[in-house]
Nanobody, 129 residues
Framework: QLQLVQSGGGLVQPGGSLRLSCTHSAATLDYYNIGWFRQAPGKEREGVSCIKRSDGTTYYADSVQGRFTISRDHAKSTVFLQMNNLQPDDAGVYYC??????????????????????WGEGTLVTVSS
């Protein structure tokens, strides 16, 4: 069982920034790609960004391209999501996600939440003035 522990999130004004963190048990880290999804009230969970374990290849949803950055720190077993220029449409519960390496590509991981193997507990991001 892979435990994903999230931190970060909160309330920010439009145009502001937040950073989310996802820490996972390092023992099984080598076998998973990590990503971030979000879910707004009444909407389906959608992929935001994913990062490939082996070489750091990244994928971003069009809606966040150029504003969000996913990164990883192997020494700390942590994946970060830096979110800049946040807008009201970015609000929702953000989930860290893990998918086994051999299951699918990063792009498919980020566009199909049904293939995720493990989820974090979620953290709320509110964007409001």
């Amino acid at each position: 069982q892979l435990q994903l522990v999230q931190s970060g999130g909160g309330l920010v004004q439009p145009g502001g920034s937040l950073r989310l963190s996802c820490t996972h048990s390092a023992a099984t880290l080598d076998y998973y790609n990590i990503g971030w999804f979000r879910q707004a009230p009444g909407k389906e969970r959608e992929g935001v960004s994913c990062i490939k374990r082996s070489d750091g290849t990244t994928y971003y949803a069009d809606s966040v391209q150029g504003r969000f950055t996913i990164s990883r720190d192997h020494a700390k077993s942590t994946v970060f999501l830096q979110m800049n220029n946040l807008q009201p449409d970015d609000a929702g519960v953000y989930y860290c996600a893990a998918m086994s390496l051999s299951k699918a590509t990063i792009q498919r991981m980020c566009t199909n939440h049904n293939i995720i193997d493990f989820w974090g507990e979620g953290t709320l991001v509110t964007v409001s003035s």
